[in-house]
């Protein structure tokens, strides 16, 4: 294991500490439980919104705390659910009487832990709504599984919500929103190395030389199918494909019920692309993959989309969604509308993602 | 009778058991998983154990509850809500006691399963720890219903749990992340279901 | 050879393809010669600002033009310094008049390659000033060799003389600017593995699972010394020490001289850095480490810095000077003051560095 | 007499040669530098070849001169100014000629020589090519001194150049990539002395 690191536990802090030394007029740290959160927050006169996961995929969640996108992140140990304490104090802290708008990766630990805290924080005087983000197509068999998986639709999620936030937005079209933006977007990915949790130090799978995991997650784990090892273009095609000739994918995913403070399940549908569509497109670099290869990438992107009559409008091309040092990229395609390029477009300020401010 | 100071050998045994087996079950979730579950069980009844002077004069249920709530908040992922909430809702049904009968046992073991069962919406045959779980409640109870005493009982739970989860091995999983794999999840045992085996088995060792 | 690539002869071009398309409102790409240049060049009232080099470094250069940064940057096949000819045909298309200010990493490839570009446009009616960036204290023997390598600094000194070219700066200032910013900047990296060329397959060095190569470039060429490897703490202990404790360094560097077309060498000197100095701290990866891991070092960084009594008043933390996929990183301090901070602060939108706008 | 199409046979043969050893020369620059020379090297002098027909007609010093002009644009790197420049330099002294005397062959190697010394500033042992085009030079007019005739001085040349690059494995890196290493170069080969000796290898086996 080759990694810049000092005890594999004291990992999660030191990088922590080192976001908020490096970001100071954007960011603060919590610690015991460990948080991000906005320097000047709580900032009044809008819904707070948080979010948080396993760390190890940054700059996911922590890179995008500050205004215009999230008011606090709750970082997990590497790969592993942040525990209901570190979402219920952050979720103190940054709210201003607004309410509070959780975005919450379909994992069934995420989805566990983010319960807990809602469970707890219905004694507070402030609503709390989670809603969840299940974009993996990588997933099958969705019904007899947790479903589907949040991994790239969770960026334009915290960003369009963030701004929407800033822009005026109360809790209940926020949760629309959010909604939205969720059943407007499909993932795909693909590993080209495995990564290694610092405290296990030992790559989580191995691959052969001429091999690819197709369909990961985003913690290292395989994918659905290991295949031959294929060029840039086949790659992006593969992964393309997957998204744009997804049909209709309904589901019954658990939403947020304020009344039991628990999930209710309810069906719902994504509704497949289809030639006219706008798209957000995002190529995401799984962190060990340098940027220029994630432009070949978009560009053979980019042609598929023409050719399937998606106008892609804006672009995000980036390692965003990390797992690790590991080789490898996921292609997002979100559809969208009027309303939510004009929020994409919106300033934001965090320590990763920065435009207009 | 299991006594207090058993539960608190029990929870320290539990602690020397995660931390022995750290690699063992990290493993296993390293082939169905994201290869860390060793590592959170470790560090989380590491600091169960840490905490046990404190709670020392307490009753078995806070004991107990005490330790769902550190397992909760020191753990993490999906590991750490559903061991969580089973001490917790152990800890529910035995609150105020010092110490414990078969019959107490058979409750909180129950009370436990539920808890999961409730929290997580896994079935016996999902490729979880309840697949280890459920098994061990249902022996324990039919050895008691066949006169058996509270570690024979125990010894024959430890048991059934052992079959379930190596039963794991043949299972697609359903819940949790190893459901993603489909398939490809056959022929690779729980990490949960091993970690409740161990914990049982703890339990065991220790009265 | 894990990469995400079709034929290892297009990935340049590939690469570049994808940057323009993915930033279409920023920049364009030309081919044959290869370049990428400011989407409104030439811009007028401005001096141009180019620069250039080996590809493999992405996002360094071609992440950089846009307003406040470059006007056009010149990549070369991996590794390898960019011609003559492409330098010509950029420095001709995004000057208006006012001059072009070329910024030119030590290393022989590029000195000559620029050197020839500066002799071609002799001919031509506008000015054309050749700046080096030698940052590198890991060269050691810099009188017996080629002398430093431009590293960390060169993007201090983009950033900084873009953001005074659009401020209305002068060439002669620019000049003058930017060859104080290369004295006022020292670097010094590490590689915890090396990387592959992908028209090679092979990587370029190995490295044993407990060594490190320290006091390396940017070309996956071996540092000077090959040690046992470190915690991050001790890592960046190293780095920066080497940074901070570098004595004056005098040496004969080339300067361009416009009347003869050619480099003069003239004695110069960076001034070692002393407490109270202010510092702008800049953490980069090597392209295959996660962010994550170069926060840990920056958190000791900023440690040693306040020892010392420097001052950290900005920084920048991520990969953004890469050496394809290796992992490690590199430190770079540069001294600032009111102006050069003032210049760094300025708007500035490029694919990969932006703010303010 | 080398004739003009024994000149483009010797760049035919040069672009082969290169292709033959792109990873033999590669390899040689991993170890002291940047890994790419061999495939740069290839690039150009294959483009040099594919231009070859559109030239044909035209004199030795335009020849030469278009092939400098090709490495210099198709290579990148010190590699394509030092045998971009050695070429152009080349053709300037043999501008308008159809066929070489051994004088016009001690000329334009005399004139690349002095033109890559300019450009690049390396001396005698700084380990550069110049440490095998040099001795080269040198041996060429002994040569013809003594006596021998074109094809023998090249001869002899080659000789000089190959010791010349064998030797450079012992040296100190002082221009160029290697340089950054210090003492660690010795022990390595330079590239661009091996390709300047693949190179004078090709003219002779043209003549
Ligand atoms: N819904 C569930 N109900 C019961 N047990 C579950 C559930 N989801 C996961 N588990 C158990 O948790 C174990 C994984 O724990 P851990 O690795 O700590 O969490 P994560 O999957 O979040 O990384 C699985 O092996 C399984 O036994
Ligand atoms: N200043 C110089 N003078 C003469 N030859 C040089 C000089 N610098 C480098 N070279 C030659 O160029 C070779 C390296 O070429 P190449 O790998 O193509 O370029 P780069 O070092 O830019 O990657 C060296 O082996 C050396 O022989
Ligand atoms: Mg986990
Ligand atoms: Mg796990
Ligand atoms: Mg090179
Ligand atoms: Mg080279």
Redesign the pocket.
Known sequence: MKKLLNKPEDFVRESLEGVALAHSDTVKAHFEPNFLYRADAPVSSKVAIISGG?SGHEPMHIGFVGKGMLDAACPGEV???PTPDQILEAAKLVHRGKGVLSIVKN????V?NFQMAGELLSSEEFRFINVLIDDDVGVKGGLST?GRRGVGTTVFAEKICGAAAEDGYSLDDLVTLCRRVNLSGRSMGVALSSCTVPASGVPTFELGDSEMEVGIGI?GEQGRERMPMMNADSITELLSLSITEDPAYKRSLPEWDEGTCTWIDRKVTSQPFKPGDRVLAFVNGMGGTPLAELYVVYRKLFEICREKGLEIVRSLVGNYITSLEMQGCFITLLKTDDELTRLWDLPVKTPSLRWGI | MVTKEQIIKWLKLAANVMQENKEWLTQ??AA???G??GI??ARGFQKVSSHLPSVADEDIGSILKSTGAILLSA??????V?FGTFFIEAGKVTSGRQELGSVDIAAFLKAGLSG??K????QVG??????ALAPAVTAFDRSLEDGADTTEALGQAVAAAQVGMTE?THLVAK????SYLGERSIGHQ???????YLILKALYDAV
């Open positions: 396993g790969f592993t659910s994992y069934s630990g995420d566990m947790q913690h | 296993l979730d169905v998983g994201d860390e579950h959170n069980m753990i993490g992922g999906a590991g750490g559903i999961v069962i929290r997580g919406g896994a999902d490729k979880t720890m309840v697949d794991t819940k949790g992340r190893a729980d990490p949960g279901a091993t970690s409740l």
